[in-house]
């Protein structure tokens, strides 16, 4: 799959639920560029931000949207890797913020 894919594939679905690719288009194709390297080397799209394992069932959590995306958006408006942003942060209701890691230290490798 190319980026330019994965792109429109994942603005379609992800929009439709009210949530959006970052406006800084660049950081955005640099992320699902990582996402398909990871998706090559693990067999998973785990998230680039974050140092996947390689066994999907322990990096279950950084599966892209990961599960931490939720709290992040509701929270900062966007994801730890500034990949998505909420209606809120496109819209320029509200300003980024920086994400903290919510990722449990036990899980990181």
Do not use: H, W
């Not at 390297?37 to 394992?53: E, I, S, T, V, W």
């Amino acid at each position: 799959m190319k980026v330019e894919q994965l792109y429109g594939a994942l603005k379609k679905s992800q929009e439709a639920r009210g949530i959006y690719f970052n406006k800084d288009k660049d950081l955005v194709f640099e992320l699902l560029e990582a996402l398909l390297q990871n998706k090559d080397r693990y067999g998973y799209m785990a998230c680039p931000c974050r140092l996947a394992c390689g066994d999907k069932e322990k990096d279950k959590d950084i599966l892209c949207p990961c599960d931490y995306r939720e709290e992040d958006l509701e929270e900062f408006g966007t994801c730890y890797c500034g990949l998505y942003v909420s209606t809120a942060l496109n819209n320029n209701e509200i300003e980024a913020q920086y994400v903290p890691e919510r990722r449990p230290p036990e899980k990181i490798f």
